[in-house]
């Protein structure tokens, strides 16, 4: 049998592997119920003023991709903190990662429920989730990371489809005024933190900064994926706004889902079934990363982070989530 | 344990071969060794000045006409003091001991021993059993070149040369297989190639421990990082123009003595979809085709399971004109439609096999009985749907365009996985599986190098060359995921 070796580094990755997995990290929450929680017209102001404080965060994120410290990885994080910190930091990242697998992974079984398996045990849909992320993970960090390509490809062009939203008969200008807020509630509020909470992800990119080319200037290819980001939040709530119009758009749980409902194609009803479905590579992708990092920091926790990473780990690793999400459930 | 131990021993030397290493050729010890071979000939023939020589060879391993003009007429009418002086073959080296003798004798030598120095001399006067230089049938084009290999790994070499004449085109040679002794001629073009391909290869093809290799595949096996992938790791090809290009790229060669395919590597998922066509058309056509392949693979894995999954799981999916067509097809069918299209599928597989089997006469019967009895029967006897049978034509058809021949046979087995999957969870099934599909592609290499390469790892300059194939003065440099030393195609830069 040959060796279980999921943190191998046999090389690095450019910058377009960065901007790929900070779009897809970013776009995980917005395509479920984004815009649901933001209703209003003038929220896409709100939007583009997030978009540019995600920017800051993603500043100081490739301020640390530059620092001397992020290259040694582990020892870096030792040197700057100590051994103990360190691992009480991990210890407490342990329940943040479960929290972030157990929200996507719900999040979209939800979904994959409501609108393609009414009558299917949820149970099922969150094993054979976990079931293809674990085999995507088992292939170690380096191929991981290079799936993220392969998820970027597949999903991305879903948002072309919301294209057709923009035009009449659908498209009404009225539905996007007022541009300006006539008045702010609590909700709008809620709005805005959760547009900043979904815009959030990349910050798990400091633990893979020795797999990353440390030439490279990050903060391009940063910008990049956070502007694509915020045009698709931009393209989803306004094609959104378009179609439901504002009265009608807190009414609907999933509204992004919704509206490819109505969508027709000369070869198959429902396209949404397709779509969804197509949504999982991102998922899979997110979900095989965190993966990666939960066994990641038990190796940390355990101080057995020089050690061979072994089979029985990851998969204990892999069984734990997976009792969570069904507890949580 | 000592009882083992000793057993071990004693089959150890049981197994050994005689230590014919340091031993002197005798004749006496070359009669011993081709004892009971009808084939083998000692003669012995004097020389003008009356000296005796004898000769020993295989009969059946060597040219008689040419013994005849080489070494028996000019032996006697020679009058030198050497027989070495007094033989025409091109090719004659000094034997000393007899594992040399014997090796040389297997290789169509003719043993020369000359008496009176009390010397044995070995001359090449082997009998190439090499068929015309033909055209290839497993990667048929209309137009290029027509030629293909033979299984005379020389003659394969030279058609390789004639294509790239450079004293850089470096040959290395290598023997593999205890009972085959088969050479395996590695290939490269020095100073291109990336150095790392060519030291795994040689490692590999130097580790390679076992008895027989008829074919090509046999050393892939071998050579192959991941064994149990249903995708080739190594490009197997028949075609001396496909070899040139590959070297030209920057990939190695590894030609295998008594087959006419050639292997070529590191090799993409990508390359699975490349015809030596798509070089020849015109890069708009070139690419449209090249789309075809793709959607056509697309098409071959995916078309029957979607067919279960939505008339299965998705009927909502279907458009009302369709629906009312397949309700009418399905309604009185007596399997599930996984075990219909299930049952289709491998009854497709038999015929195709068969077809490959049969001799070419017998094809039409076979053609009348696939098409006509299995296809229009068993839909009037309401076994299957019209519908099905269309898609499973479909599905046939397009398998048939990826124009390596292995992928189409792996595409199969795909196939069935994605149904069983679409079986169970539908569209998602399918989903299930693609994700699986590519995840694997993702973590395949071939010679150590990304089999997924250039999609991931990600190199964008190469996608001038994948789903389309772009004009050939655009493609200024050579494909940056094999990192050969030369980048730049053009001698002057533009």
Not at chain 2, 221 to 238: G, N
Request: net charge positive; aromatic share 14%; with cysteine.
């Amino acid at each position: 049998m040959t060796a279980f070796s999921l943190y191998d580094k046999t090389s690095t990755f450019s910058g377009v592997y960065v901007m790929f997995m900070v779009n897809r990290l970013q776009m995980l929450y917005f395509i479920l119920i984004m815009p649901s929680y933001l209703v209003h017209p003038y929220m896409i102001w709100g939007i583009i003023v997030i978009g540019i404080l995600s920017q800051i965060n993603l500043t100081i994120l490739s301020k640390w991709f530059a620092s001397d410290y992020s290259a040694k990885g582990y020892q870096g994080f030792v040197e700057l903190f100590s051994e103990r910190a360190v691992r009480f930091f991990a210890f407490a990242g342990l329940f943040l990662i479960v929290v972030k697998i157990t929200v996507i992974t719900l999040g979209y079984v939800e979904v994959v429920h409501k609108f393609m398996y009414p009558s299917m045990d949820k149970k099922w849909l969150i094993l054979f989730i976990l079931l293809v992320s674990c085999y995507v993970a088992a292939q170690g960090m380096e191929k991981t990371i290079r799936f993220v390509v392969i998820a970027f490809l597949s999903t991305v062009w879903i948002a072309l489809v919301y294209f057709s939203f923009f035009f009449p008969p659908i498209a009404s200008l009225y539905d996007l005024y007022p541009l300006i807020p006539v008045d702010w509630s609590m909700h709008s509020w809620k709005g805005l933190l959760f547009i900043w909470s979904s815009l959030s992800g990349p910050e798990y990119l400091i633990c893979l900064v020795p797999w990353l080319n440390s030439k490279q200037k990050m903060l391009k290819y940063l910008t990049i994926a956070n502007a694509m980001s915020v045009l698709e939040y931009l393209l989803l709530f306004v094609a959104s706004l378009l179609f439901f119009g504002s009265n009608y758009l807190s009414k609907s749980k999933f509204p992004v889902i919704d509206m490819i409902r109505y969508l027709q194609s000369p070869v198959f009803d429902r396209i949404d079934i397709i779509l969804i479905s197509v949504h999982m590579f991102h998922f899979v992708f997110a979900i095989s990363i965190f993966l990666l990092y939960f066994y990641g920091a038990v190796r940390i926790i355990v101080g057995r982070l020089h050690e061979q990473t072994t089979r029985i780990g990851f998969m204990t690793s892999c069984i734990t989530i997976f009792i969570c999400m069904i507890i949580v459930k | 344990m000592f009882w083992k131990k000793s057993r071990s021993k004693a089959e150890h030397g049981k197994n050994e071969p005689r230590n014919t290493a340091q031993a002197a050729v005798t004749i006496d010890a070359l009669r011993h060794t081709v004892a009971n071979m009808d084939d083998a000939e000692i003669i012995e023939r004097n020389t003008k000045n009356d000296q005796k020589v004898t000769l020993l060879y295989i009969r059946t391993l060597i040219d008689q006409e040419r013994l005849n003009e080489a070494i028996i007429e000019p032996l006697t009418r020679c009058s030198q003091d050497t027989i070495y002086e007094c033989i025409a073959a091109s090719k004659v080296s000094k034997i000393i001991t007899l594992e040399e003798a014997q090796k040389q004798l297997m290789l169509g030598s003719v043993l020369l021993n000359d008496s009176l120095q009390n010397q044995w001399w070995a001359a090449r006067l082997e009998n190439p059993l090499s068929r015309a230089i033909e055209t290839s049938q497993t990667e048929t084009i209309l137009y290029g070149p027509k030629d293909s290999f033979s299984e005379e790994v020389e003659q394969n070499i030279t058609m390789i040369r004639s294509r790239i004449p450079l004293t850089t085109l470096k040959t290395e040679k290598f023997t593999v297989g205890s009972l085959s002794k088969t050479t395996v001629v590695l290939m490269y073009i020095e100073g291109l190639i990336n150095p790392e391909f060519i030291s795994i290869a040689r490692n590999k093809l130097s580790t390679i421990d076992f008895d027989l290799f008829l074919d090509s595949s046999h050393i892939a096996t071998f050579m192959e990082d991941h064994t149990h992938s249903v995708f080739p790791q190594f490009q197997q090809t028949d075609r001396p123009d496909v070899c040139a290009f590959s070297l030209g790229i920057g990939k190695l060669t590894l030609l295998v003595d008594n087959t006419p395919f050639a292997l070529v590597a590191p090799m993409t998922f990508f390359h699975l979809f490349q015809s030596p066509e798509d070089y020849i058309h015109r890069w708009l056509v070139a690419s449209f085709l090249r789309c075809i392949r793709y959607i056509s693979y697309f098409l071959s894995i995916t078309t029957v399971p979607l067919y279960v999954a939505l008339t299965t799981h998705h009927y909502q999916m279907i458009p009302l004109e369709i629906f009312s067509v397949l309700l009418e097809s399905r309604s009185k069918l007596p399997l599930t439609p996984f075990w219909e299209a299930f049952l289709m599928l491998i009854t497709l597989e038999i015929i195709r096999e068969a077809s490959l089997r049969m001799p070419t006469k017998s094809g039409q019967t076979l053609g009348v009985i696939g098409g006509i009895v299995i296809g229009q029967a068993t839909v009037e006897a309401g076994f299957v749907s019209k519908v099905l049978i269309v898609v499973v034509g479909i599905s046939a058809i397009a398998s048939f365009l990826v124009p390596n021949y292995l992928m189409t046979k792996s595409t199969t087995l795909i196939q069935f996985a994605f149904l069983i999957l679409s079986s169970f969870l539908g569209v998602l099934g399918i989903v299930f599986g693609m994700i699986g599909l590519l995840a694997h592609l993702n973590a395949l290499t071939s010679l150590k190098q990304p089999y997924f390469a250039p999609v991931a790892p990600f190199y964008g300059k190469d996608w001038i060359d994948l789903f389309i194939r772009g004009p050939l003065h655009w493609m200024k440099t050579r494909p940056e995921h094999l990192r050969p030393l030369q980048k730049w195609r053009y001698n002057r830069r533009r």
